[in-house]
């Protein structure tokens, strides 16, 4: 499904979720596997054979196809976002691989190496060669991400190679004030594509695609990072977007039992819209 498919599929749940403020629901996470993945393939290799299935899988259907098992897998979306983020400025194609990016990184810390191994190809896999278009240009430096991925498919534990993890995030931070674009506009850019990802990872109160409800979160560190980044300061716009980000809780882009309500990350996506200045 293409990102401004589910924009519109989702604009009536926002305005419902705005007016009725809807309850909180309680839901199962999907299982965080640890180690390598099946049949004894890297985590790293057994995500980037499924992400080859799904951009020729059946019936066109996103990267994976339906959500297997809970295990961190996306359903139906990533082949669809695939053919759309080509088309997009180079700033909000950053912003979107950068998402995905932060999402495996706080995977790979969190001890989730499965999960964190289908968001961490956005950097390095043919797959998503298209996000990636005109970055080397910028000083986008991929073996950084080549040398995360290698670790989580040696086993090595986040803590033993954190200096590289902060090194591939200073490298996207980097490429990002290089790569210029107004923030307002890439911060709501985001806050559009959270709502998509969030509401379709979210079924009857549980986490039913655990791929885009990572995603989602992804999305939300990178907003942060952009409203950090603003001159000058906006401290009112960085606290409504560590709100925004509080609502996947402790857990951050692990999958809780008890995930927030889609209503209540819609209403706040909004009041993070309202709080970016206008000048």
């Known amino acids: 499904m293409s990102i401004e498919l589910k924009k519109w599929a989702t604009l009536g749940v926002g305005t419902l ?15 965080g596997e640890h180690g390598e993945g099946e049949k004894g393939k890297p985590a790293m290799e057994q995500a980037a054979g499924e992400a080859g299935e799904g951009e020729g899988g059946e019936g066109g259907e996103g990267e994976g196809g339906e959500a297997e098992g809970g295990d961190g897998e996306a359903g139906e979306g990533e082949a669809g976002h695939a053919s759309d983020i080509g088309t997009l400025p180079l ?16 995977l790979y810390r969190a ?3 499965k999960m964190a191994a289908k968001h961490l190809l956005h950097p390095v896999s043919e797959t998503h060669e298209a ?3 005109g970055l080397d240009e910028l000083g986008f430096d991929a073996s950084l991400f080549e040398a995360v991925s290698q670790a989580l498919d040696e086993g090595r534990p986040a803590a033993e190679v954190e200096p590289q993890l ?9 490429v990002a004030e290089k790569a210029g674009g107004d923030p307002a506009e890439i911060i ?7 709502v998509d990802e969030y509401s379709v990872s979210i079924t009857d109160g549980q986490v039913s695609d655990p791929g885009e409800y ?38 951050g882009a692990v999958p809780p039992a008890d995930p927030a309500p889609v209503g209540q990350v819609i209403a706040q996506t909004s009041r993070v819209e309202l709080a970016i200045p206008t000048y």
């Open 17 to 31: 979720a705005l007016s009725a403020g809807l309850a909180a629901c309680g839901g199962e996470s999907g299982e």
């Open 91 to 106: 700033p909000k194609r950053l912003a979107f691989m950068s998402g995905h990016a932060e999402a495996g990184l706080a």
């Open 111 to 113: 001890g989730e190496p």
């Open 131 to 133: 996000e990636r278009a």
């Open 166 to 174: 902060q090194a591939a995030e200073a490298n996207l931070a980097m």
């Open 188 to 194: 709501r850019f985001l806050m559009d594509t959270i």
């Open 214 to 251: 990572q995603d989602a979160y992804g999305f939300a560190i990178v907003a942060r990072n952009r409203a950090l980044a603003m001159d000058p300061a906006q401290p009112d716009l960085v606290s409504v977007i560590d709100d925004l980000i509080a609502l996947w809780g402790e857990s």
